[in-house]
């Protein structure tokens, strides 16, 4: 039921943007990243791994909520690729794996992967911890650079899932915050939107016809002026006030 692999982490991982231009780089100096697959379909789950076993180090697998959460707690992943319809434990598939492993690998980053694009199951696991949600069409070469980014800390999301993840939290207080909006010029809100939702820079960029340095430094004036530091941060900002 918990079949576990381990594989030698040769090099250490480098740090890459989440622009989509950096897919170029050679996925091979990331095998220092440990990963765990979690997915109760095997030919799915098999297909998955050998995807991503050339670039990093796959640790572990499990096809149901407990087998997940005792490899999980057993291998530590830095990231765990997580199905939400998972069977076992008490129903609550990928989200009760989440809320069960957390405390005991506090240090996993979860990167949801599901055939499933409904608010429910995104809401589900969002709330429950997951730092990005990307459905199943997603590309080869988009799933290895979306756990890479997880795994620098950002959040991930398929940009056409942005408006569930923004619904998830509860935008309490919102009018007590609108003076820290107002510190962002109008160019600086669209990017910050654009952010939040999951776009990447050159998808900014091709989206407000701008120039990919010029997102850059629009997204440094933004974290700077709201005190935050990265894309997670920045992402649960605008959710908790329901900006869109």
Known sequence: ??????????????RVNTDSRNRNQPLSDHHSIRVAVVDDHEMFRAGVIATLSPHFTIVGQAPDVEGSVAMIADTKPDVVLLDVHVPGGEGGGGAEILL???????????????????????????RAGARGYVTKTISGDDLLSSIIQVHEGYAV??????????????????????????????????????????????EIAAELFISIKTVETHVSAVLKKLQLSNRT????????????
């Open 1 to 14: 039921m918990n079949g576990n692999t381990s594989g030698n982490g040769a090099a250490a991982a480098s």
């Open 233 to 244: 941060e920045l992402t649960r900002w605008a959710a908790d006030r329901r900006i869109v």
């Open 157 to 202: 999301f398929s940009p056409k899932l942005a408006g569930f993840v923004l619904s998830t939290f509860q935008g309490a207080g919102q009018a007590e915050h609108d003076d820290e909006l107002d510190k962002l010029s109008h160019r600086e809100q669209e990017v910050m939107r654009l952010i939040a939702r999951g776009y990447t820079y050159k």
């Open 100 to 126: 069960k492993s957390h405390p005991l690998s506090p240090n996993s980053a979860f990167l949801a992967l599901s055939v499933s694009d409904s608010p429910k199951d995104v809401g589900a696991v969002i």
